[in-house]
């Protein structure tokens, strides 16, 4: 049996041991995410949640603190039968505002309204509220939750990032192979490898990006997956007219272009400016479809977000695209026993990695200082803490990359090039040369698999990264603060500060059930608030109460910017109490 043959033999459980450490991520990543966080939030609605209006109202109006978009049949009113009431929607003035109007005659009772949204960056927001008119009793909470119908769609928001790491990855890995055979790759044969590569990942790309589509369309729609695919499902106007949808058909067309490109390239052998700017532009396009969904077209200033993110995705793509390719092609050298093509290879590679990993840092670095804004919002949220993860393994991918460039390069090309000049086959130093050179080789292929591995993770971990709220929104350093704890194993609490900044702000808190609807069974809750930095409280609050389970409360009583303490503390019964302590810091 020759030599190569059991070198290959002997690569075989490599790749899958490889697969391995990307696996467990996916299953950590899988058992720790919820769904992803709304990035809108709702500021007021009108009537307020919970109230009784002595007349009918002529509409009702939510309005949120961005613009966001209504899918169809995205805002709808119930009686409590219930029966849908409202004549769909009314027109208001204000791109932060959506109404519905109501028939003139509307009988006293209770009313559902039930809202399915999308911000600005493609992420749904979708939530219930209450009211009554005239003498009416309240709607009974089993039917608002059965028309909320939101918890049972739990799965798309780990399936959803799933899926667009996925997608990031085919895309990265198609366009990364455009850039490795231009600058890169020494052969045809090179090519011809990296062209199997690159066509794996556009179908890759565009399998996952295909996919996403329904998953989106439920987690908008608030449908089950086989209602997406039924007549007005939804399905075709989320391909069609929402953000996500463009930048999922114009990430389509660009890759089956680089494909077509690729074929061209691979007929003309060797290729040509001409074959290689095609595949390069293409591969550009599909990553670039990002920008028209995300982050960076709901956050000013949008110039800067949109023109980083394409700076970052296009340094990734030849970075970490790039890696995976180099490991293919350095494992091929392996088995050809050719050391000096390898480090040829290793070499062309990193003096083009190390301008894309310049570009893409400096790109993250602008990114995260709109994104984050400052350092607390980093270990205060989890886009924070993904990020660090992310940037932790890029750490690690980049000491790999430097030790191969400048220890295991030179040694495994000083095999059969030294430094002195010809080789001397009985010197001794000759046998030292070749044994550091077979140790560099075996090394080279770890330290290289440790990279790609990186670059899965990392792909990964994107496609998390992109389905949470900003760090710094999250935060509440860019405007109102709002999170949810657990109060006890059946109730969370839900607490929104606006604008958090020093002097006079809304405080809201909702007393929620495990699916996510306001709860009527408490009905006594107060604040307590205490600056923590000089321990000045605690200072109580009485919040009035707008409707089951939602208290309010407009006060000037933060007068400090820094680390507050709202203790809020709930009467779940006549006997029992329950509080919970949750950190906000205000700005200033």
Known sequence: ?????????????????LLVVPLLALVWLTALAVPAAAHAVLVETLPADGTAAQTPPETVVLRFNEPV?????????????????????????????????????????GYVVTYRVISADSHPVAGTFTFTVGAGEPVDEAVVADLFGGAGQAWTGTVGPVL?????????????????????????????????????GAVVGAVASLLAVPV?????????????????????????????????????????????????????????????????LTGALAAGSYLLDGHQRAVEPTWLLMGADLVHL???????????????????????????GAAGLVARFSRVAFWSVVALSAAGIAMSVVLVRVPRALTATGYGWTLVAKVAIVAVVLLAAAYN???????????????????????PDTDVRERRSRRAWAQLRTTLAVEVVGVLVVALLTGF?????????????????????????????????????????????????????????????????????QQIGPIEIEPFLVGPGHWTANIEDLRFAGEWEVRVVAGIDRFTEADVRIPVVVNR
């Open 405 to 427: 460039r400048w220890r295991l390069e030179p040694a495994i090309a000083a095999r059969l090039a030294p430094a002195g000049g010809a080789v001397d086959v009985d010197s």
């Open 69 to 109: 978009q209504v899918p169809a049949d995205g805002i709808r009113v119930f009686d409590s039968s219930p029966t849908r009431v409202d004549r769909g929607p009314a027109d208001t003035a204000d791109a932060t505002e959506v109404a519905v109007a109501l028939p003139p005659d509307l009988p006293d009772g």
């Open 314 to 340: 296009l340094g990734a793509a030849v970075w970490l695209g790039g890696l995976v390719l180099l490991f293919g092609a350095v494992r091929t050298r392996r088995l050809d026993d050719d050391p000096v």
């Open 465 to 533: 990264l992109v389905s949470q709220r900003p760090a710094a929104e999250a935060a509440g350093v860019t405007g109102a603060y709002q999170t949810t704890v657990a109060l006890t194993e059946e109730y969370d609490v839900d607490l929104v500060v606006d604008p958090n900044q020093v002097g006079l702000n809304a405080i809201h808190v909702y007393v929620l059930e495990q699916t996510g609807q306001p709860t009527g069974d408490v009905q006594d809750l107060r604040l307590e608030l205490t600056y923590v930095p």
């Open 164 to 200: 667009r790491g996925l997608s990031y990855l085919g895309v990265l890995l198609a366009a990364g192979a455009a850039a490795f055979s231009a600058w890169v790759a020494g052969s045809v044969l090179d090519r011809r490898a990296v062209g199997t590569w690159a066509v794996r």
């Open 1 to 17: 049996m020759s030599q190569g043959h059991l070198e290959r033999r002997a690569g075989g459980p490599t790749t899958a041991r």
């Open 216 to 280: 989106q369309t439920v987690a908008v729609t608030g449908r089950d997956l086989a209602g997406v695919f039924t007549p007005g499902g939804g399905l075709g106007e989320t391909l069609v007219f929402s953000s996500f949808g463009q930048s999922t058909l114009l990430r389509l067309v660009a890759l089956a272009a680089f494909v077509l490109a690729w074929q061209r390239l691979g007929d003309a052998h060797q290729g040509g400016t001409r074959a290689h700017l095609e595949v390069l």
